[in-house]
């Protein structure tokens, strides 16, 4: 792969069949069970992606142990494919390439790596009543079998390869769908995939809306999806005959609450950096604000200069800020906007040529708006002011989908409040969108069910295995069970 990436082939029916049935027999031929085997690829993995990650100066040694050397060979192939990859795709700043995508894959994998012997382990099971001790019950974590990996586009890296991360660890075989909507970062996905993993265990399928639903006629150990919820329930309904069980991460109608207590200035830094990370496409971002309307005058100043700060030459004409994925997204969100009925108090331009959103604070008069009856997924901060928090609470409550995030701003007496008053997939108090890499992430009710990162990205792909083995010398005992049973109640 020199600098140019290219173009995205979607695969061919046969390939795809080609490839379950590759990947499904490679299971049933227990390739993937041994550990040191996938620990192999998960090393082989963490150096391909930092050559695709950085410039050949900062590449550093070989991992002997992983036979990485090979790939070493062909740096040059693969230099610095992710940053240009989300560069074409999302015009993506290196800086959020190399700590979201790049950056982030390869701390997963030292951490996976890490600690992939502990968690292999057989479990003692302790809570176990005294009679049945004897028979030295354990747990396995045995692998689910060939597993299907939906990504989506935004954190395309991340997103994709995260989920594969823990499927590989727990010992699976993946078949991965990249998104068609980011194609670079579908290709060097791929390229990645292809140059560090055993093509037997773990292929990657290319295609759209008809290669997904050829994939999803098949029948999968798991599925693991990520992005909206109107696909998210197409992929459970196609899963529902095979019984497949289902993971699925999906996006949420986010709100931030902030009481009279928050302090106005890290509201609205925080606030606009939720916003403007990837230009809002990103799930974990609010989606709406609600504030005491005592505070509201001081934060819109602050929103005012913060976004001078962040962008001295404004947001379009800054290197660090990303544009919209496509024209179809970039029209959603145009149209949102536009049936808006709120006041812009900051940004408000637009540009189809270069899908460029500017990050815009509007105030709007509800729930209601245009711009919060739906996840925007972009570049939108509607305000809405609010009488106190009790009134927060209720409107946040009164939207019909549980959100992915939620966002409580303020005293510790008030976030506590927030948060034991509502539900939420996860909680960021005083801050936006963070949420810590190795904590279980996954959403609640219209937010998806099942959660992965850190250890549930290994728990979420094995399933959990009782094991007892009852000696023989138990057998006078365990002689009570067996029929004719008159007079045994009795006896107890
Ligand atoms: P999407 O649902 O349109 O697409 C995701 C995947 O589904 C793609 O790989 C696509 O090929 C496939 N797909 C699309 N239509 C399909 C169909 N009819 N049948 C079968 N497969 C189909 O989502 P998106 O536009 O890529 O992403 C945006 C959404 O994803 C937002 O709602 C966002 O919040 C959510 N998201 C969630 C997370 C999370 O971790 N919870 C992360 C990122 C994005």
């Known amino acids: 792969m020199d600098d140019h990436i290219p173009d995205l082939k979607f695969s061919s029916l046969e390939a795809i069949s080609t490839c379950i049935s590759t990947t499904r027999k ?153 998104s068609e909507n980011a194609p670079n970062s579908a290709v060097v996905i791929q390229k990645i995939c292809e140059a560090a993993l055993d093509p037997l265990c773990y292929s990657v399928v290319q295609g759209g809306v008809s290669e997904t639903q050829a994939l999803l006629a098949e029948r999968w150990d798991k599925i693991f999806f990520t992005g909206g919820a109107n696909v998210g329930r197409i992929i459970a309904k196609a899963a529902a005959p095979y019984l497949t069980p289902v993971v699925l991460e999906l996006g949420g109608i986010n709100p931030a609450i902030i009481s009279k207590t928050a302090d106005p200035r890290l509201v609205a830094r925080r606030m606009l950096w939720g916003k403007t990370v990837n230009a809002g496409q990103l799930c974990t971002s609010q989606n709406y604000l609600l504030i005491d309307k005592c505070l509201v005058p001081r934060v819109i100043e602050e929103f005012k200069k913060a976004y001078a700060e962040f962008y001295p030459q404004g947001a379009k004409n800054s290197p660090d800020y990303s544009r919209i994925i496509n024209k179809n997204h970039f029209q959603r969100l145009k149209s949102m906007l536009d049936k808006s009925k709120g006041e812009v108090l900051i940004g408000g331009t637009v540009n189809e040529d270069d899908l460029f959103i500017e990050p815009t604070v509007i105030q709007v008069d509800s729930v209601e708006d245009s711009l919060c009856t739906q996840e925007s997924f972009g570049p939108f901060i509607p305000i809405i002011p609010v009488e106190d928090l009790d009134e927060a609470i209720n409107i946040a409550n009164s939207v019909q989908s549980t959100p992915l995030g939620l966002y409580p701003f303020g005293s510790k007496a008030d976030v506590a409040k927030i948060i034991s008053s509502t539900r939420s997939g996860g909680v960021s108090c005083n801050d936006a969108a963070l949420h810590i890499p190795t904590l279980p992430f996954g959403g609640v009710g219209e937010s998806g069910y099942g959660a992965y990162r850190g250890r549930s990205s290994f728990d979420v792909f094995v399933h959990r295995r009782p094991i007892t083995s009852s000696p023989n010398w138990l057998e006078s005992i365990l002689a009570f069970r067996y029929p004719p049973y008159a007079g045994k109640l009795n006896r107890l």
Not at 75 to 83: G, L, M, Q
């Open 26 to 178: 490679s299971f049933l031929e227990h390739r993937t069970r041994d550990v040191e085997f996938r620990l192999v690829q998960l090393r082989k993995l963490y150096w391909v992606c930092v050559l695709c990650s950085f410039q050949n100066e900062r590449n550093t040694i070989p991992c002997k142990k992983a036979n990485c050397c090979v790939i070493f060979c062909s740096i040059k192939d693969h230099e610095e494919a992710i940053v240009r990859a989300c560069a074409l795709d999302l015009n993506k700043p290196r800086f959020e390439t190399e700590i979201a995508e790049s950056g982030w894959l390869l701390n997963d994998i030292v951490f996976t790596t890490r600690n992939l012997h502990k968690w292999v382990k057989d479990e003692k099971a302790d809570d176990i009543d005294l009679p049945f001790k004897v028979m030295r019950p354990k747990i396995r974590k045995d692998p689910l079998g060939c597993v299907l990996v939906i990504g989506t586009f935004n954190f395309p890296f991340q997103l994709t390869l995260g989920p594969v991360i823990g499927a590989i660890a727990a010992g699976n075989t993946v078949v991965i769908k990249p």
